[in-house]
């Protein structure tokens, strides 16, 4: 089988067909059911006279029973998405800091990749224009295994206590009775939460609402490590700033979209790499080390927080460019299974709580919607690996590894290759277990929501724009959630909350 991310066009079709010769368009394959057998007119049923019809056919029954089976389970989160293939390329030297093997070597080196943006809260069916983070998850074919980046379009997320993330999720999504998505369960939970508010900031800009998955840029948001064999280690943050440059809609052309073209950004975003305006972000890194970490004003631990540029750079590093899309959009862009847990040797998770917990939740998310054997889908295989301890269960379609031995066996050793884990000690943690959480809001949370108002201060437009987009939808919510809204903006800027309060209550008296 040719993997699916380096196949040639005339190998493409055989990584999903094992019959290669019903794949090409330019051929006229006979018709068959599933278990080949020819059928001369795919109309016909049988049925007695012109009575019931019969069991027997199982031309019929196959195509029902198949059809019946097409939906698998939608991620319950970033359901609706749209990806394509491409290449990521080495650019600048970071042989000081890594020694990750997608980030070493000559210059100029590629890497196959496959990139899937999202949404996060709606339906597989909703609209791409909603007002909503985007996901902006990348797998990286490196030749020591995939290496996902489970990032956002946002630098930071309304959270940073794990446990909170499915009731998060729930406001955000639709009412248990009514089934009607609901502004007071939104911001009650926003509002009661105020760690979200940088996040909230950010969603509520013009940003929150991207004309083009092709023109945002894309965020680590977590603090993850690159360590070396010695022991030594950097935290990193990744940037991904889209070469096309930002475009958003305003609220308005957003919610004309949404009725107008509701799969715009997928339209998009195909279109642009069908003919050939292959869309590229060049690629970033912020460094710090662990004893600047133990002096950062903030916790580098904290996702609600962002490493301001001034103290910590943007150094390139890379060029990450889509220009192929999918052959079949289920097959390709549905089955793939991006998890932060895909690492490759020189790449750590930091002790992120909520990264941490998605080491978990990803792939186990993949277990449930696409069974176990889900790294077998061509679209989510390693470009190299074998593990042979790793057999049976449902689905398993690439051979089961045949006859090798399904132990450590004596006959048919394995070999090893070092990956530096284990050779040094990274991180020292110690003391008892406790239950954690990362504690009360404070002032400190406030500091950065009120950067980012200074920042849409010096875009034309923008702050009025916030104002407006906020007031609209928090209009729709009880008065008591509303009127705890305004105290959470004016902690960020007393005249943010006045404008916002002024604003919503004259769209709740015109409605
Ligand atoms: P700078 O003042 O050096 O730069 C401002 C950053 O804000 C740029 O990265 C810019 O992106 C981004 N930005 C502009 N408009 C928006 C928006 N509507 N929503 C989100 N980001 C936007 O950044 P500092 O590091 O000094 O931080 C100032 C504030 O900028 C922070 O409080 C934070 O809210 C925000 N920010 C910071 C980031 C970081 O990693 N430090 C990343 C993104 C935002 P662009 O590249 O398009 O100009």
Known sequence: MVH????????????YMHVESTYHY?????????????IDDPKKYQRVGNGPLLLQDFHLIDLLANFDRERIPERVVHA??????????????????TTIDMLTGPIGKKTPLLTRFSTVGGEKGSADTARDPRGFATKFYTQEGNWDWVFNNTPVFFLRDPTNFPTFIHTQKRNPQTNLKDATMFWDYLSTHQESVHQVMTLFSDRGTPASFRKMHGYSGHTYKFTKPDGSFVYVQIHLKSDQGVATFTNEEAGEKNGSNPDWLTQDLFEAIDRGDNPSWTTYLQVMTPEQAEKFRYNVFDLTKVWPQGEFPLRPFGRMTLNRNAQNYFAEIEQAAFAPSN????????????????????????RHRLGGNFHQIPVNTPIRSYNPFVRDGQMNVNGNLGANPNYQSSYRPLTYKPNGLGTASHEKWTGEATW???????????????????VLGKQPGQQDNFVHN???HL????????????????RVDAGLGKRIKEATEKEVAGK
């Open 80 to 97: 609706k998405g749209a990806g394509a293939y491409g290449e990521f390329e080495l650019t600048h030297d970071i042989s000081d800091l």
């Open 436 to 454: 954690a959480v990362f504690g009360d809001v404070t002032d400190l949370d406030f500091e950065q929501p009120a950067g980012l108002w200074k």
């Open 26 to 38: 330019d051929e006229k394959p006979t018709y068959t059911t599933t278990s080949g057998y020819p």
């Open 343 to 366: 690492l490759v040797p020189g790449a750590e998770p930091s002790a992120d709580p909520v990264l941490q917990s998605r080491l978990f939740s990803y792939a186990d998310t993949h």
């Open 4 to 15: 699916p991310a380096v196949a040639t066009d005339g190998e493409r079709g055989a990584a």
């Open 470 to 472: 906020v007031a609209g």
């Open 475 to 490: 209009s729709g919510a009880k008065k008591d959630t509303r009127e705890r809204t305004y105290g959470m903006f004016s």
